[in-house]
């Protein structure tokens, strides 16, 4: 089975400036998930999908990102305007099931966004 | 959202040890999953335990459950250099909602 494919694999932009990335989950998994992963520390989470509905956009900046999830399957992730503290790496994940049932997690390679 | 917190944040040892990571929270998991990373790739899943006083084994590696479902340790025995990387330990606390992901455990096991 492939696996989540993610593009770009790195970016490096000025702030202010824009960026989308892009994520193509695993076929027939219904959720997928956005996760910031700053140096040092552990995924957070920014976006979780279900089909192609939110479920939980709690922790997203809605002020300069966005996610789109059109179709149920591919995903993008936008940052507008881009500031230095979204140096990260962007993971995409997706599950065959909801969460609650302990259900894995199937990460991409992520996207390393450098903003100088 | 919901804190876990992992202990040590680094660990340096050298191939033959073992070692032991802890993850814990002040709130009850309803499953709680272990994550290792390499450097430039994703999380890959190790393990999931979902029943308080859980036992699971994988080859040299014993994940425990604790009885009252707020922790959970990662025990290695006589570490390799190949299991050098980050380990996350992930929960869920509600049903419904996604992982919530501790700072992770970086290993460094050298030859």
């Known amino acids: 089975e492939a696996g989540v494919a993610q593009s770009p694999r790195y970016k490096i932009i000025e702030k202010r400036q824009s960026v989308a990335f892009w994520c193509n989950p695993i076929?027939?998994?219904?959720?997928l998930y956005w996760y910031q992963q700053i140096l040092g520390q552990g995924p957070k989470l920014l976006i979780q999908?279900?089909?192609?509905?939110?479920?939980?956009d709690s922790q997203l900046p809605k002020d300069r990102f966005s996610a789109e999830r059109l179709k149920g399957v591919d995903s993008t992730l936008k940052i507008q305007p881009a500031k230095l503290e979204d140096s990260a790496v962007y993971l995409c994940?997706?599950?065959?099931?909801?969460?609650?049932?302990?259900?894995?997690?199937?990460f991409g390679n992520g996207t390393r966004l450098t903003v100088t | 959202t919901q804190l876990l917190e992992q202990s040590p944040q680094f660990l340096s040892i050298q191939e033959g040890e073992n070692l032991t990571v802890y993850c814990n929270s002040s709130?009850?998991?309803?499953?709680l999953q272990w994550y290792r990373q390499e450097p430039g790739e994703g999380p890959v899943l190790l393990v999931t335990v979902v029943t308080g006083g859980e036992v699971k084994k994988l080859k040299r590696l014993t994940f425990q459950f604790g009885d009252a479902r707020k922790d959970s340790s990662l025990h290695i025995t006589a570490a390799q250099p190949g299991d050098t990387g980050l380990y996350l330990c992930a929960g869920e606390f509600d049903s419904g909602y996604a992982l919530n992901f501790g700072k992770g455990t970086s290993l460094l096991v050298t030859p």
């Open positions: 709130s009850v998991f309803s499953s």
């Open positions: 994940a997706s599950s065959s099931a909801r969460p609650g049932l302990g259900s894995p997690l199937h």
């Open positions: 076929s027939g998994h219904a959720t």
């Open positions: 999908f279900q089909n192609n509905g939110v479920v939980d």
